[in-house]
């Protein structure tokens, strides 16, 4: 069976953090799926596919194609995750990385293993591409939490980016930082800096705290 036969088919995937999602399969790229579930595209990185079922006729919902949402893939070119990436750039995007909730905002710069994003709530943001979930453009000019154009800078920082997660991790040393959006309370605190692939957070009893860097899914400056 090749995959994209299956376009058009009604499926239901289990997503990386015991996520479903069900909908019409719309495109099939090189490192992403893209699934339209009658409201809103999910561009969903291959990767975080853990199984996926057709759906019986009695769980399908006819699906039809409307204009509220717009979708920024090309049925002419091979769709792929940093190419959908940079089209997003600048679109209120919703993304999730963590199995708690999902971040409203605006994609910055994409960089090579990871991403800017800016939220409203969080401000600057620092994502690893490798524990992005999914993500969904919104095309139809909406904005986060209501806010105007003049509350919301889509680009607020003139910061300049490293090109990888470690090195900008590393450029943060000194910082107040909150890994993985506070998840716990061994998450938060002082960058001291980086060894054999472990950060060394300074926490609020002033005691070492060594996370591994392949499980830093967020960044952000408190």
Known sequence: MKL?????KYIKLEISGKKFISGLLVVIGSDLWVV?????????PTVHIQNWKFLKQ???????????????????????????????????TEIY????????????SIMNNYFVFYSPIYKTMFISLNHLKWLIPYTNNQRPYGLNNASLPVNPSNITFA????????????????????????????????????????????????????????????
């Open 36 to 44: 339209f579930n009658g409201k809103d595209y999910f561009y969903i």
């Open 58 to 92: 009695d769980e399908i919902t006819e699906i039809s194609i409307n204009d509220e949402q717009i979708p920024i893939f090309n049925h002419n070119e091979e769709s792929s995750l940093r190419k959908t990436l940079n089209l997003a750039k600048g679109i209120y």
């Open 163 to 222: 090109r990888s997660y470690e090195v900008q991790i590393d450029k943060l040393k000194g910082e107040l930082i909150v890994f993985n959006i506070g998840d716990n309370e061994n998450v938060i605190g002082k960058i001291q800096g980086i060894k054999n692939n472990y950060v060394e957070l300074i926490g609020a009893n002033e005691e070492p705290i060594y996370i591994n860097l392949q499980h830093i899914k967020t960044v952000h400056m408190t």
């Open 97 to 108: 990385v963590t199995s708690k909730q999902a971040l409203h905002g605006y994609i910055i």
């Open 4 to 8: 994209k036969e299956n376009i058009g």
